[in-house]
């Protein structure tokens, strides 16, 4: 018998003791034997929860129960999260987490205590919700040499963004109808900055390319600034605009890593991921590029990689390999930024931005102001390099275009 406890009750928390409890039978079975929900910590009260008699609010009753081999953290942050994170570890407790800000940024040290007190930190939902892709980069793709990673790793931007190309809808209308929803917060900035896509893109590109890559090394850019004239201007040219986080494995062996939107052609299939939906291309050097799909975000989709986790650690209880990088550092990161196409729209003439960019192709548009115009430069270029092109110009807009 393997006896858990979850930190936390939220949306997260109380999804993984639905799982848990509601599929006891064919958990386990997968599990080779039961596995109980002993505790679940939080100071608040619930008194409609089915799950009363396992309420306790003080962290010491579970860290102080042998009894207790899996410990599940759905409490999020950095603050209580990380103290109680360690406190189990030491106990002797292997702990799961759908805390991507944790594991972004104190993944390197958690998992490395784990291992010095011969138990697991496991993370699958803390990317991309209920899709694999933490095992299926550590396990299925193992053969490869990993080289690229990019992804729409944000559900409710993802969202915003769709609503806005479909109904033609302002940022600020568009983030209005998704709080409504229920998919963006009432502060909405960890998802519209895209924080919330450079802590995923940290814990994917750790894991792909081995030295821990914190969220304060990767610029980050939300989608706050797109209009509905960019939207307009992307699907004339066959193309959407989505929120990207990537890692790129340079020929020096660093790593570039960034978020922002970019403009997609619509052969790529990053262009079909709608609405809260999540996709992740991986290129492996044996495999090429392989996509996952799937609900990003919500309580049962991240509590089904939650409890996938615990059955995993119950099955494997003796002999389950650590998922382990290296420290990171300055050196671990690309001194250069990545070169790419760019959308520029200024208030200039065709002829003249064109001139000013040293080439590219102008865009068209119904309803084209007078004097606007929108262009993809032909080369590829790193910011610093765009920046010097534009020179005294002062553009309305500019996007990376992924190639
Ligand atoms: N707010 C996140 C999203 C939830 O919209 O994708 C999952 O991290």
Redesign the pocket.
């Known amino acids: 018998m393997t006896k858990t406890a979850i930190l936390g009750y939220g949306t997260v928390g109380s999804g993984v003791a639905e799982v848990l409890c509601g599929h006891e039978e064919s958990i386990a079975r997968k599990a080779d034997g039961p596995i109980q929900l002993k505790y679940i910590c939080d100071v608040r009260e619930f008194p409609d929860s089915p799950y009363q008699d396992r309420f306790v609010k003080d962290f010491s009753v579970i860290e102080n129960d042998p009894e207790v081999g899996i410990v599940v953290e759905t409490i999020g942050g950095t603050g209580v999260a990380l103290d109680f994170t360690r406190r189990a570890l030491k106990a002797g407790k292997s702990v799961v987490t759908?805390n991507?800000e944790l594991v972004a940024t104190h993944g390197y040290e958690l998992t490395h205590l784990a291992a010095e007190h011969g138990v697991c930190y496991l993370f699958e939902a803390?990317?991309g919700?209920g899709i694999p892709i933490i095992r299926p980069l550590t396990q299925c793709l193992a053969a490869n040499d990993l080289l690229e990673i990019t992804g729409i790793?944000?559900?409710?931007?993802?969202?915003i963004l769709t609503r806005m190309a479909r109904a033609g809808a302002p940022f600020a209308d568009a983030l209005k109808e998704a709080q409504a929803n229920g998919?963006?917060?009432r502060d909405p900035s960890?998802?519209v900055d895209g924080h919330?896509?450079c802590r995923?893109i940290c814990i994917l590109a750790s894991i792909a390319f081995g030295r821990h890559i914190y969220p304060d090394q990767v610029p980050t850019e939300g989608i706050r600034n797109i209009t509905p004239t960019d939207m307009d201007y992307a699907e004339q040219s066959g193309r959407k605009i989505k929120l990207l986080g990537r890692a790129v494995l340079q020929p020096d062996g660093t790593v570039s890593a960034y978020v922002c939107p970019h403009l997609v052609d619509m052969e790529n299939p990053l262009a079909g991921v709608e609405d809260?939906f999540?996709g992740i291309t991986v290129k492996g050097d044996a495999i090429g590029d392989v996509m996952f799909y799937g609900k990003?975000?919500?309580k049962l989709p991240?509590a089904s990689a939650v409890v996938a986790d615990v059955i995993d650690l119950a099955r494997n209880k003796e002999h389950r390999k650590a998922v382990l990088w290296e420290e990171g550092g300055p050196d671990a990161v690309s001194a250069h930024p990545m070169a790419t196409r760019w959308y520029v729209r200024a208030q200039t003439r065709p002829e003249d931005l064109r001139k000013t960019l040293g080439g590219g192709q102008v865009l068209a548009r119904r309803g084209i102001e007078y004097g606007e115009t929108a262009c993809i430069t032909a080369d590829s270029l790193t910011p610093e390099e765009l920046k010097q092109r534009l020179g005294a110009l002062q553009p309305l807009s500019v996007l990376r275009v992924l190639d």
């Not at 790793?153 to 969202?159: A, E, F, R, V």
Request: proline share 0%; hydrophobic share 25%; no cysteine.
């Open positions: 759908s991507k803390s990317v919700g790793l944000n559900g409710t931007t993802n969202y998919y963006a917060e960890a998802d919330d896509a995923k809260v999540n990003g975000a919500g991240t």
